[in-house]
Antibody, heavy 118, light 107 residues
């Protein structure tokens, strides 16, 4: 059974940093691209970015580019999201997702809450 | 960015009723469209990909269709467990974008 388990969510002050992790199990992690998607309190979904199978290529949404970094450790079956210079608009539930073919998201983690507030 | 306009924002259906939800893309997306279901308090789940392909394990009452800029999700025979939010998503061009969602309730 495919499982994605996120951790690291918390309350962070504006301008601060936070690192989210996602541990994958139940499949060969290194065979799949991985993505992060977030859901705002108003329930809108926003794609954050993706990373290829060996971690050599990433793509990001313009809204977070240069502030967030996606990385992975295939030996640990773990995906990361490093968040820097966070803003109140970054308050959301953050989901780790597995990318199926054609970049749809066939498995989602349970999500982790990030709140940006002073 | 490609805008995904989803309609209606909400709807109410009776048991057994057929329901349709639409997504209009701001430009052609060549069937690179997925539909997700999100039940209250849960993560989204993939229903349909490539506009019309049913994800493994999804009941056959769900179907997807469309081309170019117009796509739709149909539920043939509303069931109580179908009460949820539904979202479309395009993966034709970066950044990938989602529709605003449709809240489906059982009447």
């Amino acid at each position: 059974e495919v499982q994605l388990v996120e951790s690291g969510g918390s309350l962070v002050q504006p301008g601060g940093s936070l690192k989210l992790s996602c541990v994958a199990s139940g499949y060969t992690f290194s065979n799949y691209w991985m993505d992060w998607v977030r859901q705002t309190p108003g329930k809108s979904l926003e794609w954050i970015g993706e990373i290829n199978t060996d971690g050599s290529k990433t793509n990001y949404a313009p809204s977070i580019k240069d502030r967030f970094t996606i990385s992975r450790d295939n030996a640990k079956s773990t995906l990361y999201l490093q968040m820097s210079n966070v803003k109140s608009d970054d308050t959301a539930i953050y989901y780790c997702t597995r990318a199926g073919g054609s970049d749809y998201f066939d498995y989602w983690g349970q999500g982790v809450m990030v709140t940006v507030s002073s | 960015d490609i805008q995904m306009t989803q309609s209606p924002a909400s709807l109410s259906a009776s048991l057994g009723e057929t329901v349709s939800i639409e997504c209009l893309a701001s430009e052609g997306i060549s069937n690179d469209l997925a539909w997700y279901q999100q039940k209250s308090g849960k993560s989204p789940q993939l229903l349909i990909y490539a506009a019309s392909r049913l994800q493994d394990g999804v009941p056959s009452r769900f179907s997807g269709s469309g081309s170019g800029t117009r796509y739709s999700l149909k539920i043939s025979g509303m069931q109580p467990e179908d009460e949820a939010d539904y979202f479309c998503q395009q993966s034709y061009k970066y950044p990938y974008t989602f529709g605003a969602g449709t809240k489906l309730e059982l009447k």
